[in-house]
């Protein structure tokens, strides 16, 4: 079956790059999503990629997929304190009925 | 446009009550689910609907039954609430498959005592 999996923690200083990893095990998927949690708050999509592409940009973020190693990373330049929160990677497969499935989740710090 | 609609938002229910959370959308999508959000588990399905009349099952379906007569509603009964139920509970719509994703609705925290 399908398996998402993220490391749990990180933290970064403001100003620095923060790179957040996300390993899958559905070579079918045929997106992957980054999704955003602030404290007390629903899930927010940040950005997605389509399973053909290897990397897409969107201002702070740039998502990679290696989809030969099944990783997926979500690279946030020049991280704010508003950045903080909890991010959750999640991948489609059409094929399932339109569920995705999420990731443990990467709750990322930002220090001063 | 007010998306997806979770009432109530906080909810606290004796061992053995039965409740229903409510999910309503306004945006004609087809698929709705009802996912569960633990400490370090991330999310987890527990139903779906991929249009009205039409149910499945997820992830961790025990113990939460679900129906889907209109398109807008789905929801989430407990027929007898565990403190295992304990937990932030999310429903999710899709409308256009793939690049739009799931819009969620803020969640219902849910503590069973």
């Known amino acids: 079956g399908e398996d998402v999996e993220q490391s749990l923690f990180l933290s970064v200083r403001e100003g620095d790059s923060s790179v957040i990893n996300c390993t899958y095990t559905?070579?079918?998927?045929?997106?992957l999503y980054w999704y955003k949690q602030e404290p007390g708050a629903g899930l927010q999509l940040l950005t997605y990629i389509f399973s053909n592409m290897d990397m897409k940009q969107d201002q702070r973020l740039t998502v990679l997929l290696n989809k030969k190693d099944k990783h997926l990373s979500l690279r946030i330049a020049d991280t704010q304190t508003g950045d903080s929160a909890i991010y959750f990677c999640a991948e489609l497969n059409t094929g399932t009925a339109s569920k995705l499935t999420f990731g443990t989740g990467t709750r990322l710090q930002v220090t001063l | 446009n007010a998306g997806v609609t979770q009432t109530p938002k906080f909810q606290v229910l004796k061992t053995g009550q039965s409740m229903t959370l409510q999910c309503a959308q306004d945006m004609n999508h087809e698929y709705m689910s009802w996912y569960r959000q633990d400490p370090g588990m991330g999310l987890r399905l527990i139903h779906y609907?991929?249009?009205?009349?039409?149910?499945d099952q997820g992830e961790v379906p025990n113990g939460y039954n679900v129906s889907r007569s209109t398109t807008e509603d789905f929801p989430l009964r407990l027929l007898s609430a565990a403190p295992s139920q304990t937990s932030v509970y999310f429903c999710?719509?899709?409308?256009?498959?793939?690049?739009?994703?799931?819009?969620f609705g803020s969640g219902t925290r849910l503590t069973v005592v």
């Open positions: 559905d070579s079918s998927s045929t997106y």
């Open positions: 609907s991929v249009g009205a009349g039409i149910t």
């Open positions: 999710a719509t899709q409308g256009r498959q793939g690049s739009y994703g799931y819009t």
